[in-house]
């Protein structure tokens, strides 16, 4: 079946660059996305990838997706202390559904 | 545009008891999603309908779960009786026709004890 595979933990310094993967099993996903849910919130839509793209850039953000090794990431860039909260990758619609990944969980170090 | 609405935010109640969520979708949107989400987990589908009708109910723990959408707008998820292990996040969601970007409202926290 569909499955969608994160490492649960990233830290990482002020001002670095974060770069948090994922992969995925539905070679039939028509998109990739990454959502990102703080403490008590819902998930909020960050960014996402149409399925025959390589890249996609956005501000701080850039998705790059490896469709043959079936692998995406997401680096945010000159990461700040606004940014650590959970990000979960997502592939779909299969169907008409979606499918998240456990989540990572970004913290960001001062 | 206003987001999802998810009513109410926190509850808690005791096994064997009965509960219900509501959620009114973002205007326009004639798909709508329930998800069950598990401290530490991602979130996982329970239902999905397309206006009034479900779309896909295969998740769906049917013999104490139910939803309905009964005007295509607003929709509500019911447990009874409710177990331990269905303490959860429950998120709704919502994506209009032709979209495959989905919103999501700020999500239920149910505790059962």
């Known amino acids: 079946g569909e499955d969608v595979e994160q490492s649960l933990f990233l830290s990482v310094r002020e001002g670095d660059s974060s770069v948090i993967n994922c992969t995925y099993t539905?070679?039939?996903?028509?998109?990739l996305y990454w959502y990102k849910q703080e403490p008590g919130a819902g998930l909020q839509l960050l960014t996402y990838?149409?399925?025959?793209?390589d890249m996609k850039q956005d501000q701080r953000l850039t998705v790059l997706l490896n469709k043959k090794d079936k692998h995406l990431s997401l680096r945010i860039a000159d990461t700040q202390t606004g940014d650590s909260a959970i990000y979960f990758c997502?592939?779909?619609?299969?169907?008409?559904?979606?499918?998240f990944g456990p989540g990572t969980r970004l913290s960001v170090l001062p | 545009e206003a987001g999802v609405a998810q009513s109410p935010r926190y509850k808690i109640i005791e096994k064997r008891q009965s509960v219900a969520f509501w959620c009114n979708p973002i205007s326009g949107h004639a798909t709508l999603y329930w998800y069950q989400q598990i401290l530490g987990q991602g979130p996982k589908l329970l239902i999905q309908?397309?206006?009034?009708?479900?779309?896909?109910d295969s998740q769906l723990p049917k013999d104490r779960f139910s939803a309905e959408r009964l005007k295509g707008v607003d929709s509500t998820l019911k447990i009874q009786p409710a177990k331990l292990e269905d303490s959860a996040v429950y998120l709704c969601a919502s994506i209009s026709a032709g979209s495959y970007e989905q919103y999501f409202g700020p999500g239920t926290r149910l505790t059962v004890t």
């Open positions: 997502a592939e779909g619609p299969s169907g008409q559904n979606f499918v």
């Open positions: 990838i149409f399925s025959n793209m």
């Open positions: 539905d070679s039939s996903s028509t998109y």
């Open positions: 309908f397309q206006n009034n009708g479900v779309v896909d």
